[in-house]
């Protein structure tokens, strides 16, 4: 990974918009930034292919697949048995950020 | 019952074992459905989808075959309680086994009792342990680090509150960690050796790069990221028969980096037994349902009956009980404890104090000490982090009222900084004690360089920069200032230095602040001071800890010390009057434990609706009144003295029975330095009140009671005692014997001289010279009494240094006078008085009266000595130059 403090910004920033994920759920719950941190490395990693492809299809269509990344990071928390319903949350906080812009940074910053 | 899922999934399906027994098969679908079911977690918050996991989990673990379901019959029939022993594939570990479920819940059953154990390792199936007949020994380890996001700091007190209420009846030693940090963990075993359980509750995630990870605190109260490793290391030599990881998902994994989760781990590595939590769980859920594990542990019950008492306690609340897990290295999951321990009316802890290392620092060693918050706080300002508006602090005040706990808590952070020399000031901030310690730690540790720069002809500012520049780099110093008050003077209802205060302080506080937290100054106040020299304010460069009085759970845990209050009828008065001051409270403890001896009522009556301070006199009082009046004239007398002293000092007026009751009613203060003799003090709290019951006569007699001490101390002291002999002349002049003043003072003021304190030599001389009337001159000249003209000369002298001739030559012309009349007119003594005054006159370029005195000197060496003598050459050479000046001028 070329530019880690890209990937670092971008967690922190989910972490900023989502400050009362604690009080909804009234939970011993530190987990959140670990999930967004688990989400942006490895499950961005794991779908890099499919992102890079993402890119070549203009801004339009990468807001479009804000739900189609939601659903697909689900899938890995999922598969890697990560605390539910937190990483569902999780995943929707950090796809809602998706545009061309931001693609761009973490497909550069992801691929070495 | 071992029950083993197969590894290996063969033809799409898994083998279940009974004892290592093929019994039947499952489908590796339905597994996988099962555990996307158990991934999302419904089960938790929804006891209908709970119930629906925990009955396939059953059909899982029970086959076509009914295996399950006649050894529960088979159990059941024989009264014996059920251990099943599941050993689950890592790929399988999410799956809730807590929830299996016939009928009901199995862990509800009651025929028969059924527990449900993870599997770790089968290390220690074979080993035996017999219960102890003792109490249970919990340390209680609550972190949670003050820069969590989310808000998520946890109130750890209410959580140690509601446990130490829960237990302290029950046969439980509960050690409660103050600093939430793998450090105070170590260090506790090291105190406590073993501990049955070990409990460590906050929050628990999963990093990135770690793997599995316990948010504990640094010494400063931030995150510490603590890996399995990391806690290990910390335990390995004292382990726990039970470690309790109560935070989120600490018995579960999630699988990113394919590492086990924290409680796996800890069993792996060598613990016999680990609770955790299955997935996040409520603080009150794990809360209650810690609280019944307690007790059924303190019962001496087995740790799988405990367990499992503990859920059906909390069968009504659905959401914890599932979550616990239980791992096991199979070790026996018998009673920590021997059933039958008796219970206690009170769980208490003994109060000791220890004092620092040569110094007068007294900390509690055992006790609650709390103030977690302020300790941290504490560490960070010592340590140089920037506060919340970007400024790092040259030094901490802990400011709050007397028995507050300011001195122990400044003596828990000095403990945190083992690396530094601890120079200790206690009341008055004097230039010469502080280059004094200074001097005696250099000798101690042969520091050439911090020697050199005492000695140099430099001033007290001047030498501080020097020491900052050249010796405390390599030498790190803790400066404590103790009981500061004592500098302040009350001006417009706010605190000012006293005088002769800012030359000390403010070098030192302009250096601490380019020693880069190398050195570090803590002082201690009752009270706010303004601080400016120059127009700055000093007093922002430090940084404020305001102690106020316990409250809530540091109150309840101070109180848990106090077991007689507690046990009283008249508990809540005493805890009202205590006003969470702790060492009020332990006075008021003092009472309660010996109620019959006190009138309460006119206690009650006397201290209702007053203040703190009316209090605290109050009950000083009445504990030195019902002793008897030969206690309270013994304590009133004894406050004479200002400073600690040994046991002789009090001799005259009352024995050793009547000191020690006093250290026992703790109105006085005893200090053992090892290879040391003891020494004794009254309380200074209370000390200028019951000296202040002393009457004027009385008080004469003290004060040369008290001089007479230490002028004892001072003929056998080796070399001069800075502390002796100001006590000496302080007690010499409030006793009117100005001569015996004068004769200390001498020796003090050359010994200030030696350490270039011009300006302390000549106030602390002039404070006595203000006192030589004509009345005391004629006295020394009639007891032929050399010390007073000495005094005056010297005192001439430190004026002439600083460059105040007329006043040098005042008091030369005042030692003259004594010197013709003592000696006569012949006496080297004489000639020196003429020599100085020559010299005086010579500085303000009156050569003529210098020259008259010179020849009037030299005439008297010439006769005495003879021509040759080198007193008579000086004198001879003083001469000629200021003739030859008389001649230029």
């Not at chain 1, 906080?93 to 693609?103: A, F, G, M, W």
């Not at chain 2, 000093?538 to 305001?546: H, P, S, V």
Request: hydrophobic share 40%; glycine share 6%.
């Amino acid at each position: 990974m070329k530019n880690k403090t890209y990937l670092d910004e971008f967690i922190i920033s989910c972490l900023e918009e989502n400050d009362d994920q604690s009080e909804q759920t009234n939970e011993k719950f530190i987990g959140w930034e670990s999930l967004i941190t688990i989400l942006v490395y490895q499950g961005f990693l794991i779908l890099l292919p499919e992102l890079k492809e993402w890119l070549k299809l203009g801004a339009v269509a990468i807001v479009l697949k804000r739900k189609g990344l939601e659903k697909k990071l689900i899938e890995y928390a999922e598969k890697k048995e990560l605390d539910f319903p937190q990483a569902e949350k999780a995943a929707a906080c950090v796809s809602k950020r998706l545009d061309e812009e931001t693609l761009k940074n973490i497909v550069e910053a992801l691929d070495k | 019952m071992h029950i083993r899922i197969d590894a290996e999934v063969k033809d799409n399906k898994r083998t279940i074992l009974f004892e290592d027994i093929a019994s039947h098969h499952v489908n590796e679908d339905q597994l996988k459905q099962l555990l996307k079911d158990s991934v999302h977690g419904n089960w938790k918050v929804d006891p209908k989808s709970g119930a629906a996991i925990g009955a396939s989990l059953y059909d899982i673990l029970n086959g076509s075959g009914g295996k399950l379901q006649s050894l529960i019959s088979d159990a059941g029939q024989t009264g014996a309680e059920l251990n099943l022993n599941l050993d689950i594939p890592y790929g399988l570990n999410s799956l809730p086994f807590e929830l299996v479920k016939n009928n009901t819940f199995l862990l509800h059953e009651n025929n028969p009792v059924i527990h449900i154990i993870r599997k770790v390792t089968d290390r220690n199936r074979y080993q035996q342990r017999e219960p102890e007949p003792r109490s249970l020994r919990v340390l209680f380890v609550a972190c949670s680090p003050i820069d969590l996001p989310y808000d998520s700091v946890l109130n750890f007190e209410k959580e140690e509150d509601l446990i130490q209420s829960s237990v302290e009846k029950l046969p439980v030693d509960l050690t409660i960690e103050d600093s939430g940090n793998l450090e105070g963990i170590r260090e506790a075993l090291i105190e406590n050796e073993i501990f049955d359980v070990i409990h460590i509750t906050g929050h628990s995630g999963h990093d990135q790069k770690l793997g599995p990870i316990f948010y504990m605190e640094s010494e400063i109260g931030a995150l510490e990221k603590v890996t399995p490793s990391m806690l290990w290391e910390a335990l390995r030599d004292n382990l726990p028969r039970v470690l309790f990881l109560s935070g989120c998902s600490t018995g579960k994994s999630n699988k990113v980096n394919e590492t086990e989760f924290f409680a796996f781990q800890m069993v792996k590595q060598g613990i016999s037994t680990v609770l955790g939590w299955g997935l996040p769980v409520s603080d009150t859920g794990a809360t209650r349902l810690t609280i019944e594990l307690y007790k059924y542990f303190g019962m001496g019950k087995s740790i799988a009956e405990s367990v499992s008492l503990s859920r059906q306690a909390m069968a009504d609340f659905y959401h914890p009980w599932p979550l616990l897990r239980l791992f096991s290295d199979n070790s026996p999951l018998n009673a920590l404890i021997a059933r039958g321990q008796p219970i206690r009316r009170r769980h208490t802890r003994k109060l000791k104090y220890k004092v620092l290392e040569d110094s007068q620092v007294k900390v509690l060693a055992d006790g609650f000490v709390g103030r977690r918050r302020e300790i941290q706080k504490g560490v960070r300002i010592l340590r140089g982090f920037e506060d919340e508006d970007g400024n790092a602090k040259s030094g901490l005040i802990i400011r709050g009222p007397a028995g507050i706990g300011k001195s122990c808590l400044a003596g828990k952070l000095i403990e945190r900084f083992k690396d530094k020399e601890l120079i200790v000031i206690h009341g008055e901030l004097k230039a010469a004690d502080l280059l004094l310690k200074l001097k005696k730690l250099f000798d101690r540790k042969r520091i050439l360089d911090g020697l050199r720069i005492l000695k140099a002809e430099l001033e007290f500012k001047d030498k501080i920069k020097d020491l900052f520049s050249h010796v405390f780099p390599e030498l790190p110093i803790m400066f404590y200032f103790d009981d500061f008050e004592q500098n302040l003077v009350p001006k417009q209802g706010r605190y000012e230095m006293g005088p002769g205060i800012i030359p000390v302080l403010s070098p030192l506080l302009e250096a601490l602040e380019w020693s880069e937290g190398k050195t570090s100054l803590i002082i201690t106040s009752r009270y706010p001071f303004i601080l400016e020299h120059d127009g700055e304010d000093l007093y922002n460069k430090l940084g404020e800890i305001t102690l106020m009085a316990f409250r809530d759970a540091d109150l309840k845990k101070k109180n848990a010390e106090l077991l007689s209050i507690l046990n009283s009828d008249h508990k809540e008065m005493y805890l009202e009057l205590g006003h969470g001051n702790p060492r009020l409270l332990e006075w008021i403890e003092l009472i309660a434990k010996e109620e019959d001896k006190y009138d309460i009522d006119a206690l009650k009556k006397a201290c209702d609706n007053q203040n703190e301070d009316f209090i605290k006199e109050y009950i000083t009082d009445i504990l030195a009144r019902t002793e008897g009046t030969e206690f309270e004239l013994f304590i009133q007398k004894a406050s004479v003295y200002r400073k600690p002293v040994k046991a002789s000092a009090f001799n005259t007026f009352g024995d050793d029975a009547l000191l020690e009751k006093g250290v026992d009613l703790t109105l006085f203060e005893k200090e053992k330095a090892s290879g040391h003799e003891a020494i004794y003090w009254v309380m200074p709290v209370i000390r200028e009140q019951q000296w202040a019951k002393v009457d004027e006569d009385s008080q004469h007699e003290m004060h040369q009671e008290a001089l007479t001490f230490y002028e004892q101390q001072i003929a056998t002291d080796k070399e001069p005692d800075l502390n002796n002999l100001e006590e000496a002349i302080f007690h010499a002049l409030v006793s009117n014997n100005i001569r015996t003043a004068c004769k200390y003072s001498i020796r003090l003021g050359s010994h200030l001289d030696q350490l270039v304190l011009y300006r302390d030599s000549l106030k602390m001389q002039l404070s006595v010279a203000e006192k030589i009337t004509d009345k005391v001159i004629d006295e020394a000249i009639s007891e032929e009494d050399e010390n007073v003209a000495t005094l005056l000369n010297n005192l001439g002298m430190a004026y002439k240094t600083l460059g105040e001739t007329t006043k040098a030559i005042e008091y030369y012309e005042k030692a003259l006078r004594i010197d013709l009349n003592v000696f006569g007119d012949q006496h080297p003594k004489v000639a020196i008085r003429y020599n100085n005054l020559g010299s005086a006159y010579k500085t303000l370029g009156e050569t003529t009266k210098a020259i008259e005195y010179f020849e009037k000197a030299l005439r008297i060496f010439t006769t005495v000595y003879g021509e040759n003598h080198p007193n008579t050459k000086t004198v001879n050479q003083n001469l000629e130059i200021t003739i030859q000046e008389a001649k230029k001028g």
